[in-house]
Nanobody, 115 residues
Framework: LQLVESGGGLVQAGGSLRLSCAAF????????MGWYRQDPGKKRELVAN????????SYADSVKGRFTISRDNAKNTIYLQMDNLKSEDTAVYYC?????????WGQGTQVTVSS
């Protein structure tokens, strides 16, 4: 299973970005997908997660009301719409896919929010 992320970049505070993550390979085994982020020197933290079947979502408190995770099962792709970005959202964002036996990770995409 491979994950390919796109959509990171530099944006001013208050702006928006949309991240995408496409899964390739044994996608039938995916139970859920999500986004984590990590700033240098900090612990990797869960941003948002979505269950493949049913679409149930969960968010970190710090992004609730600003970020929206969605999925397109036909394309094996998830999205993270990030609005009203803040400087503290600056981090490398990693896509993850969870199966019953293993978690898979993307290579990461940098999001930088300038104040």
């Amino acid at each position: 299973l491979q994950l390919v992320e796109s959509g990171g970049g530099l944006v001013q505070a208050g702006g928006s970005l949309r991240l995408s993550c496409a899964a390739f390979g044994s996608t039938f085994s995916i139970h859920a997908m999500g986004w984590y982020r990590q700033d240098p020197g900090k612990k990797r933290e869960l941003v948002a997660n979505i269950i493949r079947s049913g679409g149930s979502t969960s968010y970190a408190d710090s992004v609730k009301g600003r970020f929206t995770i969605s999925r397109d099962n036909a394309k094996n792709t998830i999205y993270l719409q990030m609005d009203n970005l803040k400087s503290e959202d600056t981090a490398v964002y990693y896509c993850t896919a969870q199966t019953l036996t293993e978690d898979y990770w993307g290579q990461g995409t940098q999001v930088t929010v300038s104040s």
